[in-house]
């Protein structure tokens, strides 16, 4: 059915320079290759409770060297993920307790807002302990690679874009459904086992919940990539527990190095955040960039971006330059946002990205 619906999604498949940014994900969505949080299962690690914070981040550190050697044999045939034994305690049940750590005095998203969620405190994004998602489904409107995509969508956000397409979920308008990590990794399971390619985080935003998504993970027992679908606004630390656990890092850049990020979406330092989160997943993943473009902010926003990303992350670089901007929530504030984009808007925007010479990028 879904091959009728977009059959972009199965010529993909063919396209080489696709293919080329997107190689290990190809491999992992068709079981050829195992998804990173599967190999950090079979890292060992050694901890316990009364260690230090500091003593756990540098074990952390050299088991992220330890996972990429790994990963290198099994890629090259040299060893096989079956044959790795399951440690009593892995690297992925560091990250676990690592984020549990950071859930007492939350500091996932770049905010450093502080607040104890485990005793119900509630800091920027109103998220506390426990997941609370809003719809778990497969999704047929994303990019041709990820379709048809597991997606799920998690309440509450880091950012407060007045423009927002999902704000009744990032706002807290709906009310979600609370999910305990065994059943959300069934629900994963399903989704795989049912013909997803992969598994989709997003919102709303999934940084708040990454502890709960790492949890979840331990109980996941099929192979599935992992999409970490996210506007990018996240901690170094959280950056840090993402490296050995997301496959691709579907990635937002909304503003340029002007004061768009915080006069639209609340966003302080938003350029300087997102340029090191985008530098810090091209070391450690794959990537697909996200850049909505909005009227009126080609110059400010659309420019620098598609500038940046040819410059700093390579002209091959996955990268969806997005004409989806409708009007939403609160955007009749914001004079230049109260209209959808221009045909003229489109077409420069188009020709921005060809004179940077981006070569592997979709409208």
């Given at each position: 059915?879904?091959?009728?619906?977009?059959?972009?999604?199965?010529?993909?498949l063919?396209e080489?320079r696709?293919?080329?940014s997107?190689?290990?994900?190809?491999?992992?969505?068709?079981?050829?290759?195992?998804?990173?949080?599967q190999?950090?299962?079979?890292?060992?690690a050694?901890?316990?409770?009364?260690?230090?914070?500091?003593?756990?981040?540098?074990?952390?550190?050299?088991?992220?060297?330890?996972?990429?050697?790994?990963?290198e044999k099994i890629?090259?045939?040299?060893?096989s993920l079956?044959?790795?034994?399951l440690p009593?305690?892995?690297?992925?049940d560091?990250k676990?307790?690592?984020?549990?750590?950071?859930?007492?005095?939350?500091?996932?998203c770049?905010?450093?807002?502080?607040?104890d969620?485990?005793?119900g405190?509630?800091?920027?994004?109103?998220?506390?302990?426990?997941?609370?998602?809003?719809s778990?489904?497969a999704?047929?409107g994303?990019?041709?690679?990820?379709?048809?995509?597991?997606?799920?969508?998690?309440?509450?956000?880091?950012?407060?874009?007045k423009h927002?397409?999902?704000w009744t979920?990032?706002?807290w308008?709906?009310?979600?459904?609370?999910?305990?990590?065994?059943?959300l990794?069934?629900?994963?399971?399903?989704?795989?086992?049912n013909?997803?390619r992969?598994?989709?985080l997003?919102?709303?935003?999934?940084?708040?919940?990454?502890?709960q998504?790492?949890e979840?993970?331990?109980?996941v027992?099929?192979?599935?990539?992992?999409?970490?679908?996210s506007?990018?606004?996240y901690?170094?630390?959280?950056a840090?527990?993402l490296?050995?656990?997301?496959?691709?890092?579907?990635?937002?850049f909304?503003?340029?190095?002007?004061?768009?990020?915080?006069?639209?979406?609340?966003?302080?330092?938003?350029?300087?955040?997102?340029?090191?989160n985008?530098?810090?997943a091209k070391?450690?993943?794959?990537?697909?960039?996200?850049?909505?473009?909005?009227?009126?902010?080609?110059d400010c926003c659309?420019?620098?971006?598609?500038?940046?990303?040819?410059?700093?992350?390579?002209v091959?670089?996955?990268v969806?330059?997005?004409?989806?901007?409708?009007?939403e929530?609160?955007?009749?504030?914001?004079?230049e946002?109260?209209?959808?984009?221009?045909?003229?808007?489109m077409?420069?925007?188009?020709r921005i990205?060809k004179?940077?010479?981006?070569?592997?990028?979709i409208?």
């Amino acid at each position: 059915m879904w091959q009728r619906l977009r059959p972009d999604a199965s010529a993909v498949l063919d396209e080489e320079r696709v293919r080329a940014s997107l190689t290990r994900y190809f491999a992992v969505m068709q079981d050829e290759k195992p998804a990173k949080f599967q190999i950090s299962k079979r890292i060992a690690a050694e901890f316990d409770d009364e260690d230090s914070t500091e003593l756990l981040w540098r074990q952390h550190a050299e088991l992220i060297g330890e996972h990429e050697k790994l990963e290198e044999k099994i890629d090259l045939g040299r060893q096989s993920l079956r044959e790795t034994p399951l440690p009593k305690q892995s690297l992925l049940d560091l990250k676990v307790e690592i984020a549990g750590r950071i859930l007492r005095r939350c500091h996932f998203c770049t905010r450093r807002c502080g607040v104890d969620r485990t005793i119900g405190e509630f800091g920027y994004c109103k998220c506390g302990s426990k997941i609370v998602v809003s719809s778990i489904f497969a999704h047929m409107g994303e990019e041709p690679e990820l379709v048809p995509s597991g997606t799920i969508f998690t309440m509450g956000c880091t950012m407060r874009c007045k423009h927002c397409q999902n704000w009744t979920i990032s706002q807290w308008l709906e009310n979600g459904e609370v999910y305990d990590p065994e059943c959300l990794a069934k629900e994963i399971e399903t989704l795989r086992v049912n013909g997803c390619r992969n598994v989709n985080l997003v919102g709303g935003e999934p940084t708040p919940w990454l502890e709960q998504w790492l949890e979840t993970f331990k109980h996941v027992n099929v192979n599935t990539p992992i999409v970490w679908n996210s506007n990018s606004y996240y901690s170094p630390e959280a950056a840090q527990l993402l490296v050995g656990f997301a496959d691709i890092y579907l990635l937002d850049f909304k503003y340029g190095p002007e004061r768009c990020a915080a006069r639209v979406s609340d966003a302080p330092d938003y350029w300087e955040v997102c340029t090191r989160n985008h530098q810090e997943a091209k070391k450690h993943g794959e990537m697909i960039v996200r850049i909505l473009v909005l009227p009126n902010h080609l110059d400010c926003c659309t420019k620098p971006i598609i500038n940046w990303i040819a410059e700093n992350l390579g002209v091959r670089t996955r990268v969806n330059v997005m004409f989806q901007y409708r009007p939403e929530w609160r955007a009749c504030e914001m004079p230049e946002l109260q209209r959808r984009l221009s045909r003229d808007e489109m077409e420069t925007a188009t020709r921005i990205a060809k004179e940077a010479k981006l070569a592997n990028f979709i409208t």
